[in-house]
């Protein structure tokens, strides 16, 4: 599997939207590839905000919690922010445990997560 079947990247305004086509997000390889889209998409765009979209994502490997925190450091500097949505329950469980919950804010879905980073008052 590439990159680009991996992961889709889009953008509504400034704001990207990362999604993965798996149900299933373990191969190293492919995130990895991943990985680097991202990079390439983040260093292109300069996005002010970054949804992580998990819809239709069962299970997921440490190494894309990895991710995450790769992309919240390259958008950091630029005071760029990294939100998660449309997690499961047991995946949200995940970021409670490992408290990641605390750096991340959870959405319950993407539209709710683009309206948060498109007007960070409301």
Same mark, same amino acid.
């Given at each position: 599997?590439?990159?680009?079947?991996?992961?889709? #990247?889009?953008?509504?305004? @400034?704001?990207?939207?990362? %999604?993965?086509?798996?149900?299933?997000?373990?191969?190293?390889?492919?995130?990895? @590839?991943?990985?680097?889209?991202? %990079?390439?998409?983040?260093?292109?765009?300069?996005? @002010?905000?970054?949804?992580?979209?998990?819809?239709?994502?069962?299970?997921?490997?440490?190494?894309?919690?990895?991710?995450?925190?790769?992309? %919240?450091?390259?958008?950091?500097?630029?005071?760029?922010?990294?939100?998660?949505?449309?997690?499961?329950?047991?995946?949200?469980?995940?970021? %409670?445990?490992? @408290?990641?919950?605390? #750096?991340?804010?959870?959405?319950?879905?993407?539209?709710?997560?683009?309206?948060?980073?498109?007007?960070?008052?409301?």
């Amino acid at each position: 599997m590439d990159a680009k079947e991996a992961l889709d #990247i889009s953008s509504e305004g @400034n704001v990207a939207i990362a %999604r993965f086509r798996s149900c299933c997000i373990c191969d190293v390889a492919e995130i990895a @590839n991943a990985s680097t889209s991202l %990079r390439q998409y983040i260093e292109a765009h300069r996005p @002010n905000g970054l949804v992580f979209d998990f819809t239709g994502v069962k299970f997921f490997s440490s190494q894309v919690l990895g991710l995450l925190l790769e992309a %919240r450091a390259r958008l950091e500097p630029g005071e760029g922010r990294v939100v998660v949505s449309a997690l499961t329950s047991q995946l949200e469980r995940v970021f %409670r445990i490992t @408290n990641l919950d605390s #750096i991340f804010a959870l959405h319950p879905d993407c539209t709710a997560a683009i309206k948060k980073l498109s007007n960070p008052t409301s």
